[in-house]
C-alpha cells in the first residue's frame, strides 16, 4: 500500500523547504516541488513514488529528457546545495570562512566511498570521466615493449587517450573489436584473454558503452587482468549511478566516472578510483596545493583551487540518490528500456543495435530509424512531442541514442514511441 505523505513530509525526506527560502534568489529555488505521494524507499508502490522524485527536478513536467548517457539534470537539492555553498564561499571568500571546505570535501570522499563500496584512501575526486581516464594513461610507467589491450568501443578519453601516449613513450596499443550485436560475455573474456601476452601491461574497456549500450563482463575481466598480472581500468561514466556498481566486488585497479551523467550530480566534478594494489604504480601528472586529507589523495589530488561548492553538492547527489535507493534507481531505468525496447521491436525499418538480452544491456539504446534523417527526426521529436533523444553520426552504428532514467516515466517512453511510429509512417 502507498501511503499518503504530506508535502511537509516530502520536503523533509529531501530536504527541500527551509533551506529553499534561505537561498530565494534562482526562479527553481522559488517553485516549492508541489505535494506527491510518497514513501520513503517505497520505489516498489509504483508511479506515484517515482512522480514524486520527478518533482524533484526542476524539468518541466511536459519535457521528457531522454539523453542521460551524456548529461543529466541536477536535483533541486543538489542545485540547492551547489546555490547555497557557491554563495557562502562569494559572500565570505576569507581563509575563515573557506577553512571549513577541507573536511567538506573529505566528506564527499567519504560518500563516494561508500556508494562504490571501497576504502577513502582510494578515491581521487577529479573533473569527469575524461581526467580520470587520462590521469591513468599519463601516470604509468610505460615504455616500447609495453602493450596496452583496449576495446575498439571505448571513448576517445579512453581509446584516442591511448593511442597518442603510444606515439610519445612507444608503447603499442591492441585493439579488442567491438562486435555487433553483443556477442556475448563469454565472446569478450576470450577476446581479452588472447590479446593479453607476456608484453602486455594494462587492458581497458568500458563497463556500459555509451554507443550502443553493451554491457561487458567487467568482474570477470578484471579478474583475469589480476591472474595474469596486468592492470584493468575501467572506464565507470555510463555506469556510475546507473547500476549498483560494487568496485569492492569487482576489483578493478581503476574506476572513473563523471558526476554529471548517471548520479544527476554537479556538473565538472567526476572520481577515479584507485585500487590500493595499484596506487605504487600511478604517478601523479599535477602537481600544486591543496591535497586530499587521507590516503592515495595525500600524494595524488593536488589539484590546485577547486570549486569546494561543486563537490559538496556532488555528496548531495550521492544522498538523493541513495535515498531513493540504488537497486531501485537501476531497476526503474531498466524497466523503461525493455520498454523501450519492446516498442522498438515493433516499429517497421528500425534497425537496433542494442543488444535484445537485457543482461547485456542496461539502459542505453541505439537504433537506426529506417531511412529517415536521424537530425530531422529528433529534431521532429523534441519540437513535436517534447521529447528529447541524440543522434549518432558517423558510419559506425549511426542513428539515435536514447538513455532512459529514473526521472523518465513510462508514459514518457510511450510518447517517444508514439512519435516514432508517427515520423516513421508520414
Ligand atoms: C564511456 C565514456 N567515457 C568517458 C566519457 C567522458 O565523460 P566526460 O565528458 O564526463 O569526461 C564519456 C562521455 O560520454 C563516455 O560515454
Redesign the pocket.
Known amino acids: 500500500m502507498t501511503p499518503s505523505v504530506s508535502r511537509r513530509d516530502f520536503a523533509r525526506l529531501f530536504a527541500i523547504g527551509g533551506s529553499a527560502a534561505l537561498f530565494a534568489d534562482p526562479v527553481w529555488a522559488r517553485q516549492a516541488p508541489p505535494a506527491a505521494s510518497f514513501s520513503p524507499g517505497g520505489a516498489s508502490s509504483g508511479e506515484a513514488f517515482w512522480k514524486g522524485v520527478r518533482e524533484q527536478f526542476v524539468m518541466p513536467p511536459e519535457l521528457a529528457v531522454m539523453n542521460a ?2 548529461l543529466c539534470p541536477s536535483s533541486r537539492p543538489v542545485l540547492e546545495t551547489l546555490t547555497r555553498e557557491s554563495r557562502s564561499v562569494d559572500a565570505d571568500p576569507s581563509p575563515n570562512n573557506r577553512a571549513r571546505l577541507m573536511p567538506e570535501k573529505e566528506q564527499t570522499r567519504k560518500a563516494l566511498a561508500e556508494f562504490l563500496r571501497v576504502t577513502p584512501d582510494e578515491v581521487i575526486i577529479t ?7 587520462n590521469l591513468v594513461s599519463n601516470g604509468l610507467d610505460l615504455k616500447a615493449g609495453d602493450e596496452v589491450v583496449v576495446h575498439g568501443d ?5 581509446l584516442t587517450a591511448w593511442k597518442e601516449k603510444a606515439k610519445r613513450y612507444g608503447f603499442t596499443v591492441v585493439t579488442v573489436e567491438q562486435k555487433n550485436p553483443h556477442p556475448g560475455m563469454g565472446y569478450y573474456v576470450d577476446a581479452f584473454a588472447k590479446a593479453i601476452t607476456p608484453r602486455t601491461k594494462v587492458i581497458t574497456f ?5 554507443t550502443v549500450g553493451d554491457l561487458m563482463p567487467a568482474k570477470a575481466l578484471c579478474d583475469l587482468a589480476q591472474q595474469r598480472g596486468v592492470l584493468s581500468l575501467l ?4 555506469s556510475f549511478g546507473l547500476l549498483d556498481v560494487n568496485l569492492g566486488e569487482i576489483q578493478p585497479d581503476f574506476y ?1 566516472g ?1 558526476a ?2 548517471w548520479p544527476c550530480g554537479a556538473r565538472e566534478c ?1 572520481v577515479l578510483f584507485v585500487n590500493k594494489r595499484a596506487q605504487d604504480k600511478l604517478w601523479p601528472s599535477i602537481y600544486s596545493a591543496y591535497p586530499g586529507a587521507v590516503g592515495f589523495s595525500k600524494k595524488f589530488e593536488s589539484f590546485g583551487q577547486r570549486d569546494e561548492a561543486t563537490m559538496i553538492a556532488f555528496r548531495e547527489a550521492l544522498a538523493f540518490q541513495t535515498k531513493i535507493g540504488r537497486a531501485a534507481i537501476e531497476e526503474r531505468a531498466r524497466a523503461l528500456t525493455t520498454q523501450l525496447m519492446d516498442g522498438l521491436a515493433k516499429l517497421p525499418g528500425v534497425k537496433v543495435w542494442t543488444s535484445p538480452d537485457p543482461a547485456l544491456r542496461a539502459a542505453v539504446v541505439s537504433f537506426l530509424p529506417g531511412s529517415l534523417d536521424a537530425n530531422k527526426l529528433a529534431d521532429a521529436l523534441y519540437q513535436k512531442d517534447k521529447v528529447a533523444i541524440t543522434t549518432r553520426g558517423g558510419q559506425d552504428r549511426a542513428g539515435l541514442r536514447v538513455s532512459p532514467h529514473f526521472y523518465n516515466s513510462p508514459a514518457e517512453v510511450d510518447r517517444l514511441l508514439a512519435g516514432l511510429k508517427r515520423e516513421l509512417s508520414a
Do not use: F, I, V
Open positions: 548517457a551524456n573533473r569527469n570521466t575524461s581526467e580520470s581516464n571505448n571513448h576517445p578519453s579512453n568500458t563497463h556500459l558503452s555509451s572506464d565507470g561514466a555510463q572513473s563523471s554529471h551523467k567526476g
